[in-house]
C-alpha cells in the first residue's frame, strides 16, 4: 500500500487533464499493475519482445518523418505520418521529457492502424506500459505483433 | 471533578499546548526574513521576503521565467543559472537537466526555495517579458486543423516585441484539466500593432492548450499572455533569406514579411519564402501572400504541394519542400550576397532542410531555425 | 517503583539485546520499505532516533505531571499519538529547512512517522515499566539507535543481495522477509544478556 507511492503519482498523472487531455488509461478501470501485468502475458504469448517493438516502431517513425509531415509509403507496405508540436511532455513516472510528436502508422497488409509519441516509446520500453484500453494512443501486444509481423 | 469533562479538557489542554509550540517553532524556522536576489552581477537587484520558490517570487517582481506547466516541476522549462549556493540538486530537478547544465548549477526556478541572498544569471530579454490580459476579437478557421487567433491586449495595452518572437498562452483549469498550463506560440502579427497579437494554433491530438483554443476559447473570451520570448528573428545582413515552413510554422514568417515590408527594413535582403502542404486542403493564405508577391519585388513565394489531387487543378510547384527547396537553391535564387537560411517547423523537418541547405553550399552557422522542441 | 537499571546499561540493551525492530518487531513497514536504499534508511533511521528521544522525554513529563496527578492514565494512548504527532510536525518543518533534499528523499515516510508503532511501542513499554526521567530519554534513544541500527544494516545487506542471482520468484519482498528472520535470530542471540524488564 504505502511502497507504491511512486506508481500512485504516476497514476493521477495519467488522468485525464493532467499531461495529456485524454489521459494514458482510457476507459480501463483496471489496476496500473493489472494492465501491466496483462499486457507482458499477452507479450510472453505472443513470443514478442516489448524491446524489440519498441525498436520497431522507432525505425517507422524515422522513416516517417523523411515525409516532413505528411504521409509517406514505408517498406512497401506502412503509411506513416509524423507530427509535430512546440515543447515537451513528462513521463508520467517522472523520470525524462519527452518531445512532444504523434506518429500514425497504417499498415495495408494487416489493416493495424496506430498512433504513438516518443512518450509511448518510452513508457512501453522502460515500464513495460502500453497504456489503458480505451486510449487513442494504446499500443496493444496484439496489434504490434500483427504490424510488425 | 467529573472525569467525562476531565478528561475532554485535559486532551484538549495538551493538544492546544502543543499546537502553540509548532505555531511558535514555525514562525521561527520557516522566516527567512528579507532576501536579495541578484540578476546578471547587480543590473537588477530585489528585496524580498524569503520562503516561497523562486518562480513565483520573480513573478510577483515581474520577471516572467517560461514555464509551462506553471510551477509544478513537470515541464523543465523554468531554468536559471544560479551562481550562489543553494544546496545539491534535487531529484525532482535532475530528470529534466543535462550534465552540462548540473556543472554549471542550472536549477528549475520553481523548485528551489528563497532561503537566502542568491545570485542569478538568466539571458536580458527576460526582463521585458510581461503578463498580459487579452481578449479574443476574432477566430478564423485556416484549414480544417489550423486557426488564427487575434488577441487584443487589455492590460497592458502595449506589446513591444521583434517580429520572430513567441508568447506563451496560460491555459487555466477546464473540464479535466485541473491546473492552470502555459504553452508557447510564434506571434503572427505585426510588431508595429502593438495593441494585438495574433496566433496560429495547429490542434494537436492530445494537447492540453490546443484543445482548449480549438474548443473552450470563443470571441470575446478573456485570456491572459505571457512573452515575449525567444531569439530567432530577421539577421542585420545583406545575405538573401531562405525561409521554409509548414504548418502553423508560417506564423513567424507572417510576422517578419509584412513587418519588412512596411518598414522598408533590411532593404538589400531578397526574401524567398518556401512553404509546403499536402494537398490544397492544408495550404493558407495562399492569396494574401501572393498579392504581396505582386507589390513587393524582392518577395518571392514559392507554395508546393506533395501530393495534389488531380481535381485540385495545382498550377505551383508540386513535391516534398525540400525537393522543391534544392532545385531553386540550385536554379533560381541569386547567391550574390550570400544566403541565410531560416526554418520553422518540426525537428525532422528542419533537419532535412539544414541537410539540403549545407550540401548546396549554404554554411550551417547561418541557418537560423526555430524548432518546435 | 521504578526498576534499578542502570542508564547507560539500558541504553546498550535497547540497542542490541531488546532491539525493538528484530526482537520486538515494531515498525516493520517503514523498515522493509524504506530500507532499499541506503541514503533514504540513514536520513529515517536518524529521524526516528531523534523523535522518539523527544517524545520520550515530552510523553514522560505528560504522564508525570498531567496524566498521573489527574488519575487519567487511561488516557495514556491517545495523548502519546497527539504528543509524536507534534513532535513529527516540528522535525518535519526543521528538516525541510535545513536538507530539503533529505525531506524529499523521505518524502511520504516522514509524517508516517506518526503512525510507525515503534515508537508509540517505545512510549508504552516506558510507561509499562515505569522507568524515571534519565531512563526514559536513555531507552527512547537507544531504541531509536537500535531501529537505525537495523534499517542500516539491512540496506546494507540489500545492497549486495541486489547485485546477487537471488531465484526470480524471490527477488525483493521475499529475499527481504528471509533476510530479515536470520538478522532477527542472530539478534535474539543477545537476549538473556541484559534484563531490562
Request: glycine share 10%; charged share 20%; with cysteine.
Amino acid at each position: 500500500m504505502k511502497n507504491t507511492e511512486a506508481e500512485k503519482n504516476a497514476l493521477q498523472r495519467m488522468k485525464p487533464g493532467a499531461i495529456t487531455i485524454q489521459g494514458f488509461l482510457g476507459t480501463d478501470t483496471r489496476s496500473l499493475a493489472d494492465i501491466i501485468e496483462a499486457d507482458a502475458e499477452e507479450f510472453r504469448r505472443l513470443k514478442l519482445d516489448p524491446e524489440e517493438a519498441a525498436d520497431g516502431l522507432e525505425r517507422l517513425r524515422d522513416a516517417g518523418q523523411a515525409g516532413l509531415g505528411e504521409p509517406i509509403t514505408v517498406e512497401g507496405r506502412y503509411i506513416v505520418s509524423t507530427g509535430d508540436a512546440r515543447g515537451v511532455l513528462p513521463c508520467p513516472y517522472g523520470d525524462g521529457v519527452f518531445h512532444k510528436n504523434s506518429v500514425t502508422v497504417d499498415d495495408e497488409q494487416s489493416g493495424v492502424e496506430l498512433i504513438y509519441s516518443d512518450l509511448s516509446l518510452h513508457l512501453l520500453r522502460a515500464h513495460g506500459f502500453c497504456q489503458g484500453q480505451g486510449s487513442p494512443f494504446r499500443l496493444a501486444p496484439e496489434a504490434l505483433a500483427r504490424l510488425l509481423g | 471533578m467529573n472525569p467525562i469533562i476531565l478528561g475532554p479538557l485535559v486532551t484538549a489542554g495538551i493538544a492546544a499546548s502543543l499546537a502553540l509550540l509548532i505555531s511558535l517553532i514555525d514562525r521561527v524556522v520557516n522566516d527567512y526574513g528579507e532576501v536579495s536576489i541578484d540578476i546578471n552581477g547587480g543590473k537588477r537587484m530585489y528585496k524580498v521576503r524569503g520562503g516561497s520558490a523562486l518562480l513565483g517570487t520573480l513573478a510577483a517582481e515581474g520577471i516572467f521565467v517560461p514555464s509551462a506547466c506553471g510551477g509544478r516541476g513537470s515541464c523543465g522549462a523554468c531554468k536559471v543559472r544560479v551562481l550562489s549556493d543553494v544546496g545539491p540538486h534535487l531529484p525532482t530537478e535532475i530528470p529534466y537537466l543535462t550534465p552540462q547544465e548540473i556543472e554549471q548549477n542550472v536549477r528549475l526556478s520553481c523548485q528551489i526555495k528563497l532561503k537566502k541572498d542568491i545570485q542569478l544569471e538568466m539571458p536580458e530579454e527576460l526582463f521585458s517579458v510581461k503578463k498580459f490580459k487579452s481578449t479574443v476579437t476574432s477566430m478564423k478557421d485556416l484549414t480544417y486543423d489550423i486557426k488564427e487567433v487575434l488577441f487584443r491586449l487589455d492590460e497592458p495595452k502595449d506589446i513591444d516585441f521583434i517580429a520572430g518572437q513567441y508568447v506563451q498562452i496560460v491555459v487555466p483549469p477546464y473540464g479535466s484539466v485541473k491546473e492552470s498550463v502555459q504553452r508557447a506560440y510564434s506571434m503572427s502579427s505585426r510588431p508595429l500593432d502593438k495593441n494585438h497579437v495574433e496566433l496560429l494554433v495547429r490542434l494537436v491530438p492530445g494537447g492540453i492548450a490546443t484543445t482548449f483554443v480549438h474548443q473552450q476559447l470563443k470571441e470575446g473570451g478573456k485570456v491572459e499572455l505571457v512573452g515575449a520570448f525567444g531569439d530567432f528573428r530577421v539577421r542585420d545582413t545583406p545575405a538573401a533569406m531562405v525561409c521554409v515552413a509548414g504548418g502553423s510554422g508560417m506564423a513567424p514568417f507572417k510576422s517578419m514579411f509584412y513587418d519588412m515590408r512596411e518598414n522598408n527594413s533590411f532593404p538589400e535582403k531578397e526574401i524567398w519564402y518556401f512553404f509546403g502542404a499536402r494537398t490544397t486542403k492544408d495550404m493558407f493564405y495562399l492569396d494574401e501572400l501572393r498579392q504581396l508577391q505582386k507589390e513587393w519585388s524582392r518577395f518571392h513565394f514559392i507554395p508546393a504541394l506533395s501530393e495534389p489531387k488531380p481535381e485540385e487543378n495545382w498550377k505551383g510547384e508540386t513535391g516534398l519542400i525540400t525537393d522543391v527547396l534544392e532545385k531553386y537553391i540550385k536554379e533560381k535564387i541569386g547567391k550574390d550576397e550570400g544566403l541565410e537560411g531560416y526554418l520553422c517547423g518540426s525537428p525532422g523537418m528542419i533537419n532535412a532542410c539544414i541537410n539540403v541547405m549545407t550540401r548546396n553550399g549554404m554554411e550551417e552557422s547561418k541557418v537560423y531555425y526555430d524548432k518546435f522542441a | 517503583m521504578p526498576p534499578l537499571i542502570n542508564p547507560i546499561t539500558l541504553f546498550f540493551a535497547s540497542i542490541f539485546t531488546s532491539n525493538i525492530l528484530l526482537t520486538n518487531f515494531l515498525g516493520m513497514c517503514s523498515f522493509i520499505s524504506i530500507s532499499k536504499d541506503w541514503k533514504s534508511s540513514f536520513g529515517l533511521g536518524m529521524a526516528v532516533t531523534v523523535v522518539l528521544t523527544i517524545t520520550a522525554a515530552v510523553s514522560w513529563l505528560v504522564l508525570r505531571f498531567v496524566l498521573v496527578p489527574f488519575g487519567m492514565e487511561y488516557l495514556s494512548f491517545i495523548i502519546f499519538i497527539i504528543v509524536i504527532a507534534a513532535v513529527v510536525q516540528i522535525l518535519e518543518m526543521v528538516i525541510d529547512r535545513a536538507s530539503p533534499a533529505l525531506y524529499l528523499s523521505l518524502g511520504i515516510f516522514l509524517p508516517l512517522i506518526t503512525v510507525n508503532c515503534a515508537i508509540l511501542g517505545a512510549i508504552l513499554f516506558m510507561q509499562i515499566r515505569s522507568y524515571n526521567f534519565i531512563q526514559a530519554i536513555t531507552f527512547g534513544a537507544g531504541s531509536g539507535l537500535g531501529w537505525w541500527l537495523a534499517i542500516m544494516l539491512l540496506a546494507a545487506i540489500r545492497e549486495r543481495t541486489e547485485k546477487n542471482p537471488v531465484p526470480a520468484g524471490l527477488k525483493g519482498p521475499g529475499i527481504t522477509m528471509i533476510t530479515i528472520g536470520f538478522m532477527a535470530m542472530a539478534f535474539i542471540g543477545f537476549s538473556g544478556m541484559i534484563a531490562v524488564q
